[in-house]
């Protein structure tokens, strides 16, 4: 399993939950897979140390200061207040506490596409790749440094894999300031897909048909060995 790097800076994906729908089954998810564990979580962390606020009693995840600032920035940004708390998907957590962040060391945008568990879509910084797009009123990313990234946008990319075949990346935002294109392996795990790593490649498949595959380029960082169709001429795909 690829768990997220501890270095360099770092996202969390706060913001509305209603796109992020099941396309093989039609079914929209919006379930907290860690909801079960959260009263588990809580009394287990009462000696740990808040990496935000630096106060003892709770991790980052729970941290009632993180919350209000990012709902209150989020806020600033749209000029209006969430409709329902139910809008801010805050933070999520690793069963040992640590939140569910990105790396991203490099400071230019990279044209590579990152395999990625810790984030809550997929995600990308430029325009001109989306095939589809789609105007987002809210969402923001919470970036390591606590600086938050406007959602502008949500829509589609196409991608041409290892084999030749041009698949299409559904419910993709547009997150302008971000140095990295992330595809998130929870979501394709939700849509019916699996993914197995053996000797540095990290394949994806559906049933018996490998799909997709990454090539380890650090001990924690997958690169998907394809790269995007940038073209106004309509191109067959199918979506993952």
């Known amino acids: 399993m ?3 790097d501890s270095r360099g800076e770092g996202l969390i994906v706060c913001g509305r939950q209603d796109r992020n729908v099941d396309d093989d089954r039609g079914r929209t998810r919006e379930q907290n897979p860690h909801s079960k564990s959260k009263g588990r979580s809580k009394s287990s962390n009462k000696g740990k140390t808040c990496n935000f606020c630096k106060k003892k009693g709770h991790i980052k995840s729970e941290c009632y200061k993180l919350q209000n600032k990012i709902k209150r920035e989020a806020m600033n940004q749209n000029g209006k207040q969430p409709k329902k708390s139910s809008e801010v998907d805050v933070v999520e957590d690793y069963s040992d506490g640590e939140l569910l962040v990105t790396s991203i060391n490099n400071s230019k945008v990279s044209e590579e596409w990152i395999l990625e568990l810790g984030c809550t879509f997929h995600m990308g910084p430029k325009r001109d790749w989306f095939t589809t797009y789609e105007t987002m009123s809210e969402g923001v990313v919470l970036m390591r440094n606590n600086d938050l990234c406007k959602i ?21 935002r547009h997150v302008p300031k971000l140095k990295r294109n992330l595809i998130l392996l929870s979501t394709l795990d939700s849509n019916g897909y699996k993914y197995t790593v053996e000797i540095g490649v990290l394949k994806i498949s559906k ?7 990454g090539q380890r380029k650090t001990t924690k960082l997958y690169v998907l060995q394809g790269f995007t169709i940038i073209s106004d001429t309509a191109v067959a795909s199918s979506s993952l």
């Open 152 to 172: 502008t946008d949500v829509g589609t990319i196409k991608v041409k894999m290892f084999d030749g075949f041009i698949k299409t990346l559904s419910d993709m």
């Open 2 to 4: 690829v768990k997220p």
């Open 207 to 213: 049933g018996s048909l490998v799909v997709m595959k």
